[in-house]
Each structure stands twice: as C-alpha cells, then as structure tokens.
C-alpha cells in the first residue's frame, strides 16, 4: 500500500512538472510571437517624408541623410529661402525665452548654434549681479551639423576659455540622453517637424524638463490668408528647390523642406498636442503672418 501511495506520488510530481514545463514552452511560444508580431508591426508602419510615404523605420535616416549632405551650406541656404528673415524670427524667438542666469538650456536640433550663440549673446547683455552661472547643452542628432556648430562656436569666440558653458551632445530627440529634471528651459527651432513622432519629442522635453520649466518650440506653421498662403506655395515649391540647386549643388533635400512644412499640423492643432504632454499655459504667436510660430508651454 505504502508503495502504491509513492508510485502514485511520483507520478502526479511527474506530470505536475511535465504540465510546468508545458505551460512554460507555450508561454515562452506566445511571447515570442507577440514580439515577433509586433516587430512585423512596427517595421510596417509608415509615416511622411515630406509628400512621399515611408516606413517609420526608414523616416530617421532620410532625415539625417539630409541634413547631412547640407550642414556646410545650412546657414547659407537659411538666409536665401528666408531673404535673411529667418534671423529676425530667431532673434524674437529668444527674447521669447527671455533668459535669466542660472538658466540651464537645452536646445534640441540645434547642431549650428543659432539658438545657442544668440541665448549665450542675451545673457551676455543682462546684468548678472549674483554671478550665476548658465550652461547650455546642445543636442542634435546628426553629428555634422553639431561640426558645424563647434567650428562657429570657435570662430566666434563662445569657448569654455572664455567663460561660456557649452557641451556638444548627439543625441535622438525622441529619446534623449539625459535624466528627468536636468534642465530649466527646453528649445527646438525648426527641427520638431522634422521626427517621425511629434508626440514622442514632446513627452522628452516635458521628461527632462524641471517643475516650472519651460518650452518652446520655433515651427514652420500655416497662414491663415489663402491669397498669401498661395503665394507663399508658389515661392516655397518653385523657387527653394532652384535655390538649394544653385547655392548647395543639390534640390532635393530643399524640396523635403518645402513639402516636410506641409505636412506638420496647423497651429491649434500642435497646441493640443503640445496640452497632451502634460505642458500648460501653453500657447502660440505667429510670426510673418503665420509663416513660422513660436509655441509656449509650462511643466507645472
């Protein structure tokens, strides 16, 4: 009897761990195929490169192929589709920001320093009784655009040696390198529309954002006159592209460009998203008649 009871003991372990191993095969089995299933997904997905459809996957290295063959003519090429305008929008762009010292910036996609020299330029004409100390970080993705920006950081005198803060960083703005709550001010110009998720840069920016912290966000937008707005189509689409051909040796990139600012949401509608992310008090001021905003909000 004693040994009907062990055999059977045996039996029921045995089948008991069998049933564990079984079950744990089935579920490894599952979970493999979810992962599979949504790597199939993800690789399908598609979004915009400008009018053209790609996978989301393929999104980031177009941009930065971009970006890459025009680095040396960026600047060049900003004052010709803008007939130098761009550096009046910027210029109101950081009195936007209004600085103060002690202010620790981050400015994404801003591998040529615009942003940055002219928010070093601002604290440099504001009195700093106390003496504090600012720093910057400038975070871009694509590493010959930031090349760019340390050689006119040089060139122009913005050097730790003579007592500007500045670090160099290449990073992904939908994933930042950075930890929550390092910065105090958060800046993007004319790099947001540029990603393959909007909404994925601002949940970073609001991330790495401290309480109180702000953003803003200089954009390409829409005007809301149609007589100017075709004109503006006409110029943007017939003229850019012939520009970037003479100036850059090369069209195609400035014809993403023109199409890319199509195809990012009006106005109200970044507003909404920028209100998703968790910001507040957000709001937006155009410039140039809508040509390009400037949007605001609070990590409150």
Same mark, same amino acid.
């Given at each position: 009897?004693?040994?009907?009871?062990?055999?059977?003991?045996?039996?029921a372990r045995t089948?008991?761990?069998?049933?564990?191993r079984?079950?744990?095969?089935?579920?490894?089995?599952?979970?493999?195929?979810?992962?599979e299933?949504?790597?199939?997904?993800?690789?399908?997905?598609?979004?915009?490169?400008?009018?053209?459809?790609?996978?989301?996957?393929?999104?980031?290295?177009?941009?930065?192929a971009?970006?890459?063959?025009?680095?040396?003519?960026?600047?060049?090429?900003?004052?010709?589709?803008?007939?130098?305008?761009?550096?009046?929008?910027?210029?109101?762009?950081?009195?936007?920001?209004?600085?103060t010292?002690?202010?620790?910036?981050?400015?994404?996609?801003?591998?040529?320093?615009?942003?940055?020299?002219?928010?070093?330029?601002?604290?440099?004409?504001t009195?700093?009784?106390?003496?504090?100390?600012?720093?910057?970080?400038?975070?871009?993705?694509?590493?010959?655009?930031?090349?760019v920006?340390k050689?006119?950081?040089?060139?122009?005198?913005?050097?730790?040696?003579?007592g500007?803060?500045?670090?160099?960083?290449?990073?992904?703005?939908?994933?930042?390198?950075?930890?929550?709550?390092?910065?105090t001010?958060?800046?993007?110009?004319?790099?947001i529309?540029?990603?393959?998720?909007?909404?994925?840069?601002?949940?970073?920016?609001? /991330?790495?954002?401290?309480?109180?912290?702000?953003?803003?966000?200089?954009? $390409?937008s #829409?005007? +809301?006159? %149609?007589? @100017?707005?075709?004109?503006?189509?006409?110029?943007?689409?017939?003229?850019?592209?012939?520009?970037?051909?003479?100036?850059?040796?090369?069209?195609?990139?400035?014809?993403?460009?023109?199409?890319?600012?199509?195809?990012?949401? /009006?106005?109200?509608?970044?507003?909404?998203?920028?209100?998703?992310?968790? $910001?507040? #008090?957000? +709001?937006? %001021?155009? @410039?140039?008649?809508?040509?390009?905003?400037?949007?605001?909000?609070?990590?409150?």
């Open positions: 009897m004693a040994l009907s009871k062990c055999i059977n003991f045996r039996l089948g008991k761990s069998f049933a564990n079984r079950f744990s095969v089935t579920s490894s089995q599952r979970s493999s195929a979810y992962s299933k949504k790597n199939d997904e993800d690789e399908s997905r598609e979004t915009h490169f400008g009018y053209q459809t790609v996978k989301e996957s393929e999104k980031a290295k177009k941009v930065h971009v970006f890459e063959n025009v680095a040396g003519s960026y600047d060049v090429m900003n004052d010709a589709m803008s007939l130098g305008i761009h550096r009046v929008w910027k210029d109101i762009f950081i009195q936007r920001l209004g600085p010292h002690g202010t620790k910036l981050l400015d994404v996609a801003g591998g040529t320093g615009d942003i940055t020299f002219r928010y070093l330029n601002y604290l440099k004409n009195r700093n009784p106390k003496n504090l100390q600012s720093h910057v970080t400038v975070c871009d993705i694509n590493e010959a655009m930031l090349d920006g050689a006119r950081a040089e060139k122009q005198g913005w050097t730790v040696d003579k500007y803060d500045i670090t160099w960083q290449q990073g992904d703005a939908e994933k930042l390198p950075f930890a929550n709550d390092s910065f001010a958060y800046t993007i110009a004319f790099g529309r540029n990603v393959t998720h909007v909404e994925n840069v601002l949940a970073e920016a609001y /991330r790495v954002l401290q309480p109180g912290g702000r953003f803003l966000c200089l954009e $390409f #829409q005007l +809301n006159n %149609e007589a @100017l707005q075709w004109i503006y189509d006409k110029y943007s689409f017939q003229m850019i592209p012939v520009m970037g051909m003479l100036i850059a040796g090369q069209w195609e990139p400035y014809q993403y460009l023109v199409e890319s600012i199509r195809k990012f949401p /009006r106005q109200d509608d970044f507003k909404n998203m920028i209100e998703d992310a968790g $910001f507040r #008090q957000v +709001n937006y %001021e155009n @410039l140039t008649f809508g040509v390009v905003a400037i949007h605001s909000g609070f990590k409150l």
